[in-house]
T-cell receptor, first 119, second 116 residues
Framework: GAGVSQSPRYKVAKRGQDVALRCDPI?????LFWYQQALGQGPEFLTY????????KSGLPSDRFFAERPEGSVSTLKIQRTQQEDSAVYLC?????????????????FGAGSRLTVL | KQEVTQIPAALSVPEGENLVLNCSFT??????LQWFRQDPGKGLTSLLL?????REQTSGRLNASLDKSSGRSTLYIAASQPGDSATYLC???????????????FGGGTRLMVKP
């Protein structure tokens, strides 16, 4: 597609529910990133994929968070047993380069995000 | 752990004014520094990217500078317009070699309002 597409755009969940957030990166993009942005704050890194390999998940806040990209394209971020502190916008971004490109100039394209509200 | 701070948190200026947004980071060992723009309900748009070996980048009315040794960057916006109203985010990339150039640490952003 022309850009990074995320769905759903808005999700309201009751505390304890499981949610799944989807990211469709730009076709052919090798790298895919998930970030979490709390209200009024900057995004925080969650996890990074190069093709289907999850190379870094150091930013995932707890073992309730799980991300996958099984075929190296679409990615899903799953949050189990949601808590109120999980309320945030979840941003997905993709890049055509495997991390540090040959020119060193990485251009990330961000999706519009999925806004999760946990009641 | 890298920490990125942006000052001011919010700024309101009349149209036509030149302005400077500030960004500071605690660890000078960075791969690059990027400035993004975020409009309400939308994703981030990359404005300028400065490699660690560079001192500044320019795009139209925007100029970003980088002083690694002091851990500072500034975004200069010339002749501001109401359409520039948005949140501006500064982000630094770590120096690790293994595919980490885009694992960014963001500042909290500066919310800019340009009044007609």
């Amino acid at each position: 597609g022309a850009g990074v597409s995320q769905s759903p755009r808005y999700k309201v969940a009751k505390r304890g529910q499981d949610v799944a957030l989807r990211c469709d990166p730009i076709s052919g993009h090798v790298s895919l990133f998930w970030y979490q942005q709390a209200l009024g704050q900057g995004p925080e890194f969650l996890t990074y994929f190069q093709n289907e390999a999850q190379l870094d998940k150091s930013g995932l806040p707890s073992d309730r968070f799980f991300a996958e990209r099984p075929e190296g394209s679409v990615s899903t971020l799953k949050i189990q047993r949601t808590q109120q502190e999980d309320s945030a916008v979840y941003l997905c971004a993709s890049s055509p380069f495997p991390g540090q490109g040959s020119s060193g100039a990485n251009v990330l394209t961000f999706g519009a995000g999925s806004r999760l509200t946990v009641l | 752990k890298q920490e990125v701070t942006q000052i001011p948190a919010a700024l309101s200026v009349p149209e036509g004014e030149n302005l400077v947004l500030n960004c500071s980071f605690t660890d000078s060992a960075i791969y690059n520094l990027q400035w993004f723009r975020q409009d309400p309900g939308k994703g981030l748009t990359s404005l300028l990217l400065i490699q660690s070996s560079q001192r500044e980048q320019t795009s139209g009315r925007l100029n970003a500078s980088l002083d690694k040794s002091s851990g500072r960057s500034t975004l200069y916006i010339a002749a501001s317009q109401p359409g520039d109203s948005a949140t501006y985010l500064c982000a630094v990339g770590p120096p690790r070699l293994r595919n980490a150039g885009n694992m960014l640490t963001f500042g909290g952003g500066t919310r800019l309002m340009v009044k007609p």
